[in-house]
């Protein structure tokens, strides 16, 4: 049977749609962007506490004293980890997602549930939308509106937004058909009808409709971490990356507290605003006996009075306090940045993570205001190559990242490498004494079950493993490579470790495990590997004509090994949301480094420093 070449004919559309649509979806872009930067900045404004305040008094109002104390317990909760401010950027995403989820959802499920035309040819367009594979949302998302918040709202939505249109058309057709030929017959419009007879009456349905969207929202919120958008989900794959459970439980139980806490509002919200539910909770309320206490509910003006005099008080010490962190200023250097902003983007993979909090503080030293993005590999290529960030200081070429090379390099600056070569290898735990070369596994494949634990079959080391080492060493034929990612490789790793089992697995240097566990990296006398890869710089396209003295300093920029796995053991120490604190740290003992990395040109002012008069970076050995 001839191949159907769906995969053409979508990146055709695809394409053509980058092309002449380019422009709907920038505005859409900046709609969502604003949207999100408003409700952010508002979630982020006050003191933790304060807000957390804010969301218990309006749990007291909905649930009663007793869901307000845990509403307040849960969210001191998520404070006390050091996860609030990204708690409220996954809230922010959530909302956002939900609300213009809803502005499309509910008006089509009205309408299919006026029209079965319109519902026959809505039902599979949601069947699709549900079934399809959630992260498949992440492609085109990152296509058309760029990485960050903007491709994870647009992720998010479509996936959730099948719920809201359902619910909405269940509840409207579930209204008795006499109350509404009542209404009919009495004259009223088909609009008052609907107004004031089915939608109340379908609200605590639609309001179901409403707790699953933000619900499936929620669930989204690892995925879109992927994209750079941060908040939980940024912490959540950054823990798997690194195969920290106890990150993981964090931010996984941070994300729980808020699906709960969204999920008894909104169904209360439901009670609240339907007649039907208002009355039955009424009643409910007159029965009820006993501990009163923890069922109390306020009048709504005493609610609303709670929230407003909590507001106001954030509001003022938020004017008050202003921005307590002095740390990061440009004292021991010149101003040279002048504020200029310069976002850079990384892999939480080790030597990324130092290199990038490193960089971020010695710029912010030098003048400049820089945010920092986490991504997975493929969309940080992705938002570099749309200029969404500036540069990245963790690219493996030429061969881990090869695939990724090939598709954008012509979009791309290669500033150099600062670190290499790294090298490649298969690796087994030191624990098995007779196998210390690749030649060693030869008529061994049934001691590892035939099976070499390999990552993301898109990366380079695997395509080089499979075509060309195994095929060197006569093992192609007796051990198949079992493709997974670097998180499954390293949690197979980890578990055979554990049981003193044998296992091979594809490594290389510099990796955290290797100072975790006492590791054997196999010997290739033959050389099949190669050299090894560096460690890249790659920028934007034009960054260095629009910043020559950054791209200077990145050209010149090197570490030695002893320096990174230094600063490496230094953040890993210092835990998560620390990283820069680290970085100060480590740069309190190799205070010799910012001048080195970036000395100030000359006829740039300088404060506590002398003026260096070249713009030529030094090695750093």
């Known amino acids: 049977m001839p191949r159907i070449p769906l995969g053409d004919w979508v990146n055709s559309t695809v394409d053509w749609l980058l092309d002449h649509m380019a422009w709907l979806f920038d505005f859409c872009k900046a709609v969502f962007t604003g949207f999100y930067d408003g409700i952010n900045a508002v979630l982020q404004a006050p003191q933790p506490l304060l807000l957390a305040g804010i969301f218990a008094v309006l749990a007291w109002w909905l649930r009663g004293t007793l869901a307000g104390l845990l509403a307040f317990a849960g969210f001191a909760f998520i404070d006390s980890m050091g996860l609030w401010s990204n708690a409220m950027v996954t809230l922010s995403l959530v909302l956002v997602a939900t609300i213009i989820a809803l502005v499309i959802s509910v008006p089509v499920?009205?309408?299919?549930?006026?029209?079965?035309?319109?519902?026959?040819?809505?039902?599979?367009?949601?069947?699709?939308?549900?079934?399809?594979?959630?992260?498949?949302?992440?492609?085109?998302?990152?296509?058309?509106?760029?990485?960050?918040?903007?491709?994870?709202?647009?992720?998010?939505?479509?996936?959730?937004?099948?719920?809201?249109?359902?619910?909405?058309?269940?509840?409207?057709?579930?209204?008795?058909?006499?109350?509404?030929e009542a209404a009919e017959a009495f004259g009223t419009t088909p609009?008052?009808?609907?107004?004031?007879?089915?939608?109340?009456?379908?609200?605590?349905?639609?309001?179901?409709?409403?707790?699953?969207?933000?619900?499936?929202?929620?669930?989204?919120?690892?995925?879109?971490?992927?994209?750079?958008?941060?908040?939980?989900?940024?912490?959540?794959?950054?823990?798997?990356?690194?195969?920290?459970?106890?990150?993981?439980?964090?931010?996984?139980?941070?994300?729980?507290?808020?699906?709960?806490?969204?999920?008894?509002?909104?169904?209360?919200?439901?009670?609240?605003?339907?007649?039907?539910?208002?009355?039955?909770?009424?009643?409910?309320?007159?029965?009820?006996?006993?501990?009163?206490?923890?069922?109390?509910?306020?009048?709504?003006?005493?609610?609303?009075?709670?929230?407003?005099?909590?507001?106001?008080?954030?509001?003022?010490?938020?004017?008050?306090?202003?921005n307590g962190d002095s740390s990061t200023t440009a004292s021991d250097g010149g101003d040279v940045g002048k504020g200029k902003k310069i976002t850079i983007g990384y892999i939480p993979w080790d030597e990324g993570v130092a290199s990038t909090f490193l960089w971020k503080e010695i710029l912010e030293r030098r003048g400049y205001e820089v945010k920092v993005q986490q991504f997975e590999a493929g969309p940080l290529y992705t938002a570099l190559a749309q200029g969404n960030i500036d540069f990245q200081t963790d690219a493996w070429l030429p061969v881990t990242h090869e695939p990724y090379w090939k598709k954008y390099g012509k979009k791309l600056e290669d500033l150099g490498s600062w670190y290499g070569p790294t090298s490649l290898e298969l690796t087994v735990p030191a624990y098995l004494n007779d196998v210390d070369s690749l030649e060693d596994l030869k008529g061994k494949a049934s001691l590892f079950g035939g099976k070499i634990t390999g990552i993301e079959s898109?990366?380079?080391?695997?395509?080089?493993?499979?075509?060309?080492?195994?095929?060197?060493?006569?093992?192609?034929?007796?051990?198949?490579?079992?493709?997974?990612?670097?998180?499954?490789?390293?949690?197979?790793?980890?578990?055979?470790?554990?049981?003193?089992?044998?296992?091979?697995?594809?490594?290389?240097?510099?990796?955290?495990?290797?100072?975790?566990?006492?590791?054997?990296?196999?010997?290739?006398?033959?050389?099949?590997?190669?050299?090894?890869?560096?460690?890249?710089?790659?920028?934007?396209?034009?960054?260095?004509?629009?910043?020559?003295?950054?791209s200077g300093w990145l050209k010149n920029f090197r570490m030695s090994e002893k320096q990174l796995t230094s600063l490496?053991?230094?953040?890993?120490?210092?835990?998560?949301?620390?990283?820069?604190?680290?970085?100060?740290?480590?740069?309190?003992?190799?205070?010799?480094?910012?001048?080195?990395?970036?000395?100030?040109?000359?006829?740039?002012?300088?404060?506590?420093?002398?003026?260096?008069?070249?713009?030529?970076?030094?090695?750093?050995?």
Request: aromatic content about 6%.
């Open 191 to 322: 609009r008052n009808t609907l107004l004031r007879v089915q939608l109340p009456l379908a609200l605590p349905t639609v309001m179901a409709g409403v707790n699953q969207v933000i619900m499936l929202g929620l669930s989204m919120a690892a995925i879109a971490g992927m994209v750079g958008t941060g908040g939980l989900g940024g912490d959540v794959n950054e823990a798997i990356g690194q195969l920290n459970v106890g990150l993981g439980a964090e931010s996984g139980v941070a994300i729980v507290i808020l699906a709960i806490y969204l999920d008894r509002m909104t169904s209360a919200l439901g009670t609240e605003v339907s007649p039907l539910g208002r009355r039955a909770a009424a009643k409910a309320r007159a029965a009820a006996k006993g501990l009163r206490i923890w069922s109390y509910r306020p009048q709504p003006q005493i609610a609303v009075i709670g929230v407003v005099i909590l507001a106001l008080v954030s509001g003022g010490l938020g004017i008050l306090g202003g």
């Open 109 to 180: 499920g009205i309408w299919a549930a006026r029209s079965d035309r319109v519902s026959s040819l809505v039902r599979p367009v949601l069947d699709f939308m549900q079934t399809l594979p959630a992260m498949v949302y992440l492609i085109p998302a990152i296509l058309f509106f760029g990485t960050g918040a903007p491709a994870g709202i647009v992720a998010t939505l479509i996936f959730a937004l099948a719920p809201g249109v359902r619910m909405t058309e269940l509840g409207i057709r579930q209204v008795d058909k006499e109350l509404v």
């Open 568 to 621: 490496e053991a230094e953040i890993n120490k210092a835990g998560k949301g620390r990283q820069q604190d680290a970085v100060r740290t480590w740069l309190k003992d190799n205070p010799e480094v910012v001048d080195k990395l970036a000395p100030i040109p000359a006829g740039s002012s300088a404060k506590g420093a002398d003026d260096r008069g070249t713009a030529d970076a030094v090695r750093v050995e």
């Open 458 to 550: 898109s990366a380079g080391m695997m395509g080089l493993l499979k075509s060309k080492v195994l095929k060197d060493y006569g093992l192609d034929k007796e051990y198949e490579v079992v493709d997974s990612s670097t998180p499954a490789m390293l949690a197979e790793l980890k578990r055979a470790y554990s049981r003193k089992e044998p296992i091979v697995v594809t490594l290389w240097s510099p990796h955290w495990a290797y100072s975790d566990y006492e590791l054997k990296k196999l010997k290739d006398p033959k050389g099949s590997w190669g050299t090894g890869d560096g460690l890249h710089t790659l920028a934007r396209k034009g960054f260095s004509s629009d910043d020559p003295v950054v």
